[in-house]
């Protein structure tokens, strides 16, 4: 799934070519077919297929942003006195927004295409595995609003004082976009790596000093991403059809049997919180609790 770096690489990518446009058509391929297609739209769409249309068109784009894993573009819509729109794209596991030269669909699963008034110039949103969304309404969706700090504005006081109040494994919270968002598991094993801290740690139970690691490693490994235009492990790539490198740096992600670079030891996979964990059992030691004292002979513990 596309996490924080990749889908920032894509708003960057559509900023250039979209942003001052007007969307002069929307159409659906998949709608007028008979069974699946209108099916598959009604799940990728949030409310009517047809005021998502007529809305739509005419609207000129203002501004796009990330928001954690979406992609929120606000539009100013037809004529005097309509307001503005704003369009959450989330892109699932497989969801891609790519500029095309032509209208007609490229590839199997293309569900919307936006034309443009640029000439030779259209937006595809396609969507394998149709897990993405697309959500228009007045103002933002109140859906975001539930989402955590971005762990790129975060300060560290309030890390560590969220991680503090939480008892989860670390590698859970991390995943939970409620404690902060945009992060998945790619990146949260990354991070873990970078700060040597074992991703079934308890938050709570994180020295500030352990706290103030992880948060930088995150902030590292998450800049360094966006660098490298993400990671493309599977069918990630930006709008305009460029692929991620920091695949080729990973350090435990997917490298499950693999030495690690650092010392050595074979990379280890567990799950947590349903997902498959990566990590090295030497550079990220679990921690233990305190052993309880050992009695003399004779004497009782206390």
């Known amino acids: 799934m596309p996490e924080l770096?990749?889908?920032e690489n894509v708003v960057r990518s559509l900023r250039p070519g979209l942003v001052g446009r007007q969307i002069t058509e929307v159409e659906l391929p998949t709608y007028g077919q008979n069974g699946p297609g209108r099916t598959v739209l009604r799940r990728l769409l949030v409310g009517s297929t047809n005021a998502f249309r007529k809305r739509l068109c005419g609207g000129r784009v203002v501004s796009i942003r990330r928001h954690g894993k979406n992609i929120l573009i606000t539009l100013q819509a037809q004529g005097a006195g309509h307001g503005s729109l704003c369009l959450l794209v989330h892109l699932g596991m497989t969801g891609r927004l790519r500029f095309e030269s032509m209208p007609e669909p490229l590839r199997p699963h293309t569900h919307v295409i936006f034309t443009l008034d640029?000439?030779?110039?259209?937006?595809?949103?396609?969507?394998?595995?149709?897990?993405?969304?697309?959500?228009?309404?007045?103002?933002?969706?109140?859906?975001?609003?539930?989402l955590g700090p971005d762990p790129l504005e975060i300060s560290l006081e309030e890390f560590c004082a969220r991680l503090r109040r939480r008892r989860a494994r670390v590698k859970a919270l991390l995943l939970d976009q409620r404690f902060v968002r945009g992060l998945?598991?790619?990146?949260?094993?990354?991070?873990?790596?970078?700060?040597?801290?074992?991703?079934?740690?308890?938050?709570?139970?994180?020295?500030?000093?352990?706290?103030?690691?992880?948060?930088?490693?995150?902030?590292?490994?998450?800049?360094?991403?966006?660098?490298?235009?993400?990671?493309?492990?599977?069918?990630y790539m930006d709008a305009e059809g460029r692929a991620g490198w920091f695949q080729q740096v990973h350090q435990v992600y997917g490298r499950t049997g693999e030495e690690c670079f650092e010392c050595g030891s074979l990379i280890r996979r567990i799950v947590i919180a349903g997902r498959s964990t990566h990590?090295?059992?030497?550079?990220?030691?679990?921690?233990?609790?305190?052993?309880?004292?050992?009695?003399?002979?004779?004497?009782?513990?206390?």
């Open 5 to 7: 770096p990749e889908v």
């Open 118 to 146: 640029a000439p030779g110039r259209w937006l595809h949103f396609s969507d394998p595995r149709r897990f993405g969304k697309l959500h228009l309404s007045k103002d933002e969706p109140a859906e975001i609003q539930l």
């Open 184 to 235: 998945g598991n790619i990146y949260a094993d990354e991070s873990l790596f970078r700060a040597s801290i074992h991703p079934a740690a308890i938050g709570s139970r994180l020295r500030r000093e352990r706290g103030a690691r992880l948060w930088d490693a995150i902030r590292a490994t998450l800049r360094q991403a966006i660098e490298l235009g993400g990671s493309s492990i599977s069918s």
């Open 279 to 302: 990590f090295c059992p030497a550079c990220q030691r679990q921690q233990r609790g305190r052993t309880a004292k050992k009695t003399k002979p004779g004497e009782r513990s206390r």
